[in-house]
């Protein structure tokens, strides 16, 4: 497997598996391997889009000692040593869909600044943003909300609840059914993420300005 060969049903269906241990086999030898190779293929284009040299960090779900994932990730981070306290890319999958996202998740420090530099870019971000992009607020949970169906004010409670919550957290990105026929292309699903992560720069753009 040395270029990523697309998801099969197979691959959601992982998630239906019960059990930690028989999860976990299927995920490390059919789902994760797919994700690292994908994300691999990925990194030298987000480092060429953000100027910053991106490694690929595989969800390990080590923590786990009782209740199996509902879904798994590869990210992206311009760190060898780990991605959960940096602005990050990620691509994953849940049982019902695909993500591709930009994320700034709990454990990052620059929660708070991040959060006002939003507030200082709303207008701009709101309409970099395309409208078919989705929003979560916290990456353990498999919905999220479209741009289009936010207002300003609900988007705004998002920034400041990321500002003032501990838990809080930002994600944004695009999700994709899994039987859409984009998955199982490799050269399609490539394009797909790197148009997703073109238009997600931006978002990590502004995490520059954190001072």
């Given at each position: 497997?040395?270029?990523?060969?697309?998801?099969?049903?197979?691959?959601?269906?992982?998630?239906?598996?019960?059990?930690?241990?028989?999860?976990?086999?299927?995920?490390?030898?059919?789902?994760?391997?797919?994700?690292?190779?994908?994300?691999?293929?990925?990194?030298?284009?987000?480092?060429?889009?953000?100027?910053?040299?991106?490694?690929?960090?595989?969800?390990?779900?080590?923590?786990?000692?009782?209740?199996?994932?509902?879904?798994?990730?590869?990210?992206?981070?311009?760190?060898?040593?780990?991605?959960?306290?940096?602005?990050?890319?990620?691509?994953?999958?849940?049982?019902?869909?695909?993500?591709?996202?930009?994320?700034?998740?709990?454990?990052?420090?620059?929660?708070?600044?991040?959060?006002?530099?939003?507030?200082?870019?709303?207008?701009?971000?709101?309409?970099?943003?395309?409208?078919?992009?989705?929003?979560?607020?916290?990456?353990?949970?498999?919905?999220?909300?479209?741009?289009?169906?936010?207002?300003?004010?609900?988007?705004?409670?998002?920034?400041?609840?990321?500002?003032?919550?501990?838990?809080?957290?930002?994600?944004?990105?695009?999700?994709?059914?899994?039987?859409?026929?984009?998955?199982?292309?490799?050269?399609?699903?490539?394009?797909?993420?790197?148009?997703?992560?073109?238009?997600?720069?931006?978002?990590?753009?502004?995490?520059?300005e954190v001072e």
């Amino acid at each position: 497997m040395n270029h990523f060969p697309g998801f099969t049903q197979d691959d959601f269906n992982v998630f239906t598996i019960s059990g930690l241990e028989q999860r976990m086999e299927a995920l490390k030898s059919n789902v994760s391997p797919k994700l690292e190779i994908a994300a691999q293929e990925l990194a030298p284009y987000i480092t060429s889009i953000t100027g910053d040299e991106m490694f690929v960090h595989v969800a390990k779900h080590a923590r786990r000692t009782t209740n199996p994932p509902n879904d798994t990730w590869a990210a992206l981070a311009n760190s060898k040593k780990g991605y959960k306290k940096l602005p990050h890319f990620q691509i994953g999958l849940w049982e019902s869909h695909v993500f591709i996202w930009f994320a700034v998740i709990y454990e990052s420090p620059i929660k708070q600044d991040f959060a006002k530099v939003l507030k200082q870019n709303l207008k701009q971000v709101r309409e970099h943003i395309p409208a078919d992009y989705v929003w979560s607020k916290d990456h353990t949970k498999p919905e999220a909300i479209p741009n289009k169906d936010l207002s300003d004010r609900e988007f705004e409670n998002l920034v400041d609840r990321l500002q003032n919550v501990k838990k809080a957290e930002l994600l944004c990105g695009v999700h994709i059914d899994r039987h859409d026929v984009v998955l199982q292309d490799h050269d399609a699903f490539i394009k797909k993420c790197e148009e997703t992560f073109h238009k997600l720069e931006y978002l990590y753009r502004l995490t520059k300005e954190v001072e």
